[in-house]
């Protein structure tokens, strides 16, 4: 099929090469000139696993061709998929659907009267209607849209694209939702589990998603609390409870919180959408979830001053900016949280991490950013664990306590043995320990 991918972002580009992987001829839009040079050339505007493999086939096969605007051929295809941004808004906890209306309105003139508008990108409920609407504005016919929101885990990206857990159409037509089906007709032969629904439901599966996930994370968190005042290991307690497959282990590691462009995101988006029609108990627990969160890296200020006192002038290095292990996305990331805080405390704050620096440098540009572990622990006071990257396992304790000042280490991310540390004369605390 030719189909058109707007906006190269971390979906829309995962989604625009996994698509020509599978046969499919792409017209990949992106607004920014800059990003779609650095595309031809074959590089990759920002770090995800095996997709720079995925998209170096796209290019090599001719399945994929990169446009600042829509082509001429854009009129052709068969299949439109809206993957723009929907930061939050400025105005509050509501996101911003400016991007997907703009994109629509764009591709218009572009679309034939059997081509379908297929929108992944998450958005409030209403937005397909209101897209939907527009289209039949702009072009004075009928156009079909197909909402279909992505479940991407960044890191795990292509593989998720490629396999999903599930597809959710949301439409009001079964032509459209026919045509969808042929589109992806590859991966669900894979056994890939389809689900069909209305508008409505298919923007809310999304949020409700993420919403439930942050909850899951924050439980456990705040059962941590209660471990760290009674002796508690919240390890064990997490791993018991994962063994109930009512349960389940995955999204129950306690540390410092959720983080990234979607969980904090959707959680606030999906407690707005609860204030506004009315049902006061998720909204109100969406806001304990969102206070616990925040509640955890004030709590690393506390363990902090518990090991270095006041901390003017401490040199304090935070290893992780990435939200978390395998990207370079620091959006609403924990660990530049808690360097902020360390900061505004009147710290020296050093960070470390294997992909996000470039990122900290050109959006932080207040703090001091490092490529090696060792040259953030050089006379470092206090030393934070703050994103899971497994090369922090492999530092040796022996040697690093030859580099900082002062052995006292944070683990705000449970990465390495806690034991072996203290072994060698650190004075080591964890979240979720007493």
């Known amino acids: 099929m030719l189909i058109s991918v707007i906006g190269l972002g971390r979906l829309g580009l995962v989604h625009a090469a996994v698509m020509a992987k599978y046969g499919h001829h792409v017209l990949a839009v992106e607004s920014s000139s800059a990003r779609v040079d650095l595309l031809k050339r074959g590089e990759l505007p920002f770090y995800e696993p095996n997709l720079d493999l995925v998209l170096l086939e796209a290019i090599e096969s001719g399945r994929i061709t990169f446009h600042n605007e829509h082509p001429e051929e854009s009129k052709q295809a068969q299949l439109h998929f809206i993957c723009v941004g929907t930061p939050q808004s400025a105005q509050g906890e509501q996101a911003d659907t400016s991007y997907v209306f703009d994109a629509a309105s764009k591709l218009a003139q572009f679309m034939s009267p059997k081509s379908v508008v297929v929108g992944k990108s998450t958005v409030p409920i209403g937005?397909?209607?209101?897209?939907s609407d527009l289209l039949e504005n702009l072009t004075g016919s009928k156009r079909h849209v197909v909402w279909n929101p992505e479940f991407l885990r960044e890191g795990h990206a292509v593989a998720d694209t490629m396999r999903p857990d599930r597809i959710v159409l949301g439409s009001e037509s079964k032509d459209a939702e026919a045509l969808v089906l042929e589109g992806y007709k590859q991966i669900i032969d894979l056994g890939v589990p389809v689900v069909s629904c209305d508008f409505q439901t298919a923007e809310l599966v999304k949020v409700s998603a993420n919403a439930f996930l942050a909850t899951k994370i924050s439980f456990i968190n705040a059962v941590a609390e209660v471990a760290e005042n009674t002796g508690a290991n919240t390890e064990l307690i997490a791993e018991a409870l994962g063994l109930d497959d009512r349960i389940g282990r995955k999204f129950l590691n306690n540390g410092l919180g959720y983080g990234g462009g979607c969980?904090?995101?959707?959680?606030?988006?999906?407690?707005?959408?609860a204030e506004q029609v009315g049902a006061p108990g998720l909204a109100n627990l969406l806001s304990s979830v969102e206070a616990i969160n925040v509640g955890r890296k004030e709590r690393i200020l506390e363990l902090a001053k518990q090991q270095v006192g006041d901390l003017t002038g401490k040199r304090v290095a935070v290893l992780g900016a990435a939200f978390k292990p395998n990207t370079d996305d620091i959006r609403d990331s924990p660990?530049?949280?808690i360097a902020q805080r360390f900061h505004h405390a009147g710290?020296?704050?050093?960070?470390q991490d294997e992909m996000a620096i470039e990122n900290v440098v050109r959006e932080l540009p207040h703090f001091d950013a490092v490529v090696s572990?060792?040259?953030?622990?050089?006379q470092a006071d206090l030393v934070v664990i703050a994103t899971e990257w497994r090369s922090y396992a492999q530092i040796d304790p022996s040697e690093a306590g030859k580099l900082v000042s002062h052995?006292?280490?944070?683990?705000a991310r449970k990465v390495v043995d806690e034991k072996l540390w203290q072994g060698h004369g650190w004075n080591v605390k964890a979240l979720g320990r007493s």
């Open 347 to 351: 710290a020296s704050v050093v960070i």
């Open 407 to 411: 052995k006292n280490l944070i683990l």
């Open 373 to 378: 572990p060792d040259e953030a622990l050089a």
């Open 335 to 337: 660990a530049i949280d």
């Open 127 to 131: 937005t397909a209607r209101g897209v």
């Open 263 to 273: 969980l904090p995101k959707d959680s606030r988006s999906m407690k707005h959408i």
